[in-house]
């Protein structure tokens, strides 16, 4: 059974930072590339990051130069680094087995609010 555990979302200031993380548990976790999408109130779920089995990274441009996505294979976990956070940047954030189209994780709350 496939488990994607988020956890390290919360409030914080504009400007601040966050790092979430990921917990994968019931797949080869080194042979899949992840993603983290988002999705704000009243719009649709949107990528932010991914990284490959090499770790290899590629970023949507709304983050590009303030997140930063990598991974612990020995720790079946992926993480990812925000700073300089954005109002905009309020989301539930979600990882994602790439290809996977079924495996997601439950979510964590971002929220960016003076």
């Known amino acids: 059974q496939v488990q994607l555990v988020e956890s390290g979302g919360g409030l914080v200031q504009p400007g601040g930072s966050l790092r979430l993380s990921c917990a994968a548990s019931?797949?080869?976790?080194?042979?899949?590339?992840m993603a983290w999408y988002r999705q704000a109130p009243g719009k649709q779920r949107e990528y932010v990051a991914h990284?490959?089995?090499?770790?290899?990274?590629n970023y949507a441009d709304s983050v590009k130069g303030r997140f930063t996505i990598s991974r612990d294979n020995a720790k079946n976990t992926v993480y990812l680094q925000m700073n300089n956070l954005k109002p905009e940047d309020t989301a539930v954030y979600y990882c994602?087995?790439?290809?996977?189209?079924?495996?997601w994780g439950q979510g964590t709350q971002v929220t960016v609010s003076s």
């Open positions: 994602y087995v790439v290809g996977s189209g079924t495996f």
């Open positions: 019931g797949i080869k976790f080194n042979m899949h590339a």
């Open positions: 990284i490959t089995t090499s770790h290899s990274t």
